[in-house]
């Protein structure tokens, strides 16, 4: 293998600090102890993350993230389990359909469904719902969980399952004791990057939400579109700081490479 | 086991997926189609049983409609070709090093992708504003300040670090079923690196980077929080001019008309754009 010339190098490093930037800015404004975006260069302070923690509208934003999308990224993967397997397992009439169906979130642009579900809201009287919305995240974050499922149940030797079943175990035990484990980094893998998406998704939301629902993005667009202060950097450095941990998690059970860029 | 259930099992399998996207997103979208064709009363709002193709009209006729649509497809176009330009040599540079630079500056690229898009915008609306850090060099190479932010540079900025990763994806996983034989190959016969590159190297990764440049195009053309904090109140695309349409003017049926008309385009733009991808290469394939 050739080896990358120095013109090739310099290039690299461009980009490295090009994607680096933003977030590296974002998270040293955070310990600013002044009262306007600067960048601290001798005193550091933990002031705008305090102003952050007293401030009741971002607080209840987080927990409300939290929660939905801690519920959206169960219900998608309590759904795209099963229709995983019968999209591997099955040749039937309307296979192709429904893969097409469930990955088209992807595909479909958030706005146009953000705009289509404030409509449904408004006749169904859903809007505020909080249940509602966890409905609208678990459907635009099944696409992640199904893709990683699939990629499990496609490189599946079913020698294992046909053992368990000759030797009289029930389809549920086999699916419990056998399978699942099988597939579980494909499943837990595909949890946390719907958990990861719910919790950033921003376009879709911000049609769907109302004051009481307002989810973390959402509360900051509109923070971001009045004022920017610290507060702003304090808050976007705990967003950064949680996808990260859930990044590691992610890492850890499936590898971020294979999410990110397939199979090895 | 009669064979009518076992037909059935896939059904039954995938019914409560099926249940939420038809709940949530065919029902929807057939709602909102039949939206954009209702009568608008500022008055009163939406009319249920009243049709009109005003809306559409509206939205081809107006200049400060096309204006709006023809700013999205500019700048989503030169943000695809920027992220060919940048990420394609970015794909290739990185799949020639070792590891472990190989996979941590990989991850490096790839990660911000999980970081919400709100902190990303936030994070350059601080570093190309007036006192921000791309003015602090440019000062320092004697250019004035230059104002960036709530203009088409901002957005293009942003918007090119947000679409990165989607075209290092494909190229990278396309470059990883390149066979470095046939490269050392061209190489002992004497051909330069430039001509390697173009030759063998260029052909193989195209599929890549015609399929990253489609979904770079699609986000690009449909973004909404980069337009909406980097373009300030006067520079608006499709997405946030629906959102206007929708929260500021209550105007209900002609925001759903602009948001079926950008949906109608882009899947206009994937599919032809798919055709002639296909096409090419299964002729190229034989």
């Not at chain 1, 305090?50 to 929660?67: G, I, R, T, V």
């Not at chain 1, 549920?172 to 499943?187: A, D, H, N």
């Not at chain 1, 509109?222 to 941990?245: F, G, R, W």
């Amino acid at each position: 293998m050739t080896k990358n010339g120095p013109l090739a190098l310099a290039f690299n490093a461009l980009v490295i600090t090009f994607m680096l930037a933003p977030l590296v800015v974002v998270c040293i404004v955070a310990f600013t102890p002044e009262n306007t975006l600067t960048i601290p260069t001798t005193h550091f302070s933990l002031r705008w993350f305090e102003a952050a923690f007293a401030h009741p509208d971002f607080m209840q934003s987080f927990w409300n993230s939290l929660w939905l999308a801690l519920a959206s990224a169960t219900i998608a993967t309590l759904i795209a389990v099963p229709a995983g397997m019968a999209i591997t397992r099955y040749a039937f009439p309307g296979r192709d359909f429904l893969n097409g169906l469930f990955l088209s979130p992807l595909i479909i642009p958030h706005l146009v469904l953000g705009v289509a579900l404030l409509r449904l809201f408004a006749l169904v009287g859903g809007t505020g719902s909080f249940g509602w919305l966890v409905m609208a995240h678990a459907l635009i974050v099944t696409p992640y969980t199904l893709r990683l499922v699939v990629a499990a149940l496609v490189g599946f030797d079913r020698s294992a399952e046909q053992a368990a079943l000759s030797l009289g175990a029930s389809q549920v035990t086999m699916f419990r004791r056998i399978t699942l484990p099988m597939i579980l980094p494909g499943v837990t893998g595909g949890w946390l990057l719907a958990f990861i998406n719910s919790f950033d998704e921003v376009t879709m939301s911000i049609f769907v939400t109302s004051p009481s629902t307002v989810t973390l993005p959402v509360r900051m667009y509109m923070y971001a579109t009045e004022s920017i202060d610290p507060l702003m950097a304090a808050v976007s450095a705990l967003m950064v700081a949680v996808t990260a941990i859930a990044m590691v998690v992610l890492d850890r059970v499936y590898g971020l490479d294979r999410v990110l860029v397939g199979r090895r | 086991m009669s064979a009518s259930t076992k037909a059935a099992t896939p059904w039954w399998l995938s019914g409560p997926a099926l249940l939420l996207f038809a709940a949530l997103l065919l029902v929807p979208l057939a709602l909102t189609a039949v939206l954009s064709f209702n009568v608008y009363d500022p008055a009163t709002g939406p009319k249920a049983g009243e049709f009109t193709l005003e809306h559409y009209a509206h939205v081809f006729t107006d200049s400060y409609y096309h204006g709006i649509f023809w700013r999205t497809f500019w700048i989503s176009g030169l943000v695809t070709l920027i992220c060919v330009l940048v990420g394609a040599p970015e794909a290739y540079v990185l799949s020639r090093m070792r590891n472990p630079w190989r996979s941590v500056l990989l991850l490096v690229v790839l990660a911000p992708l999980l970081v919400s898009v709100v902190v990303r915008a936030f994070g350059w609306s601080m570093l190309l504003g007036p006192e921000g850090a791309v003015n602090g060099l440019l000062r320092l190479v004697g250019i004035g300040p230059v104002k960036m932010l709530y203009t088409e540079i901002a957005v293009i900025v942003a918007l090119v670090h947000v679409m990165l990763p989607f075209m290092v994806i494909p190229v990278w996983t396309s470059l990883q079923k390149l066979d470095a034989g046939v490269e050392n190959a061209a190489l002992s016969l004497r051909a330069s690196p430039f001509t390697t590159l173009r030759r063998i190297v260029l052909p193989q990764v195209m599929p890549g980077i015609l399929s990253g440049s489609l979904i770079v195009f699609g986000l690009a053309a449909s973004s909404f929080a980069i337009p909406g904090l980097l373009g300030g109140r006067r520079l608006k695309m499709v997405a946030t001019v629906v959102y206007d349409e929708y929260l500021h003017e209550l105007n209900w049926p002609l925001g759903a008309a602009v948001a079926l008309v950008l949906l109608a385009a882009n899947l206009i733009v994937m599919l032809s754009y798919n055709r002639l991808v296909e096409g090419r290469y299964k002729k190229a394939l034989g």
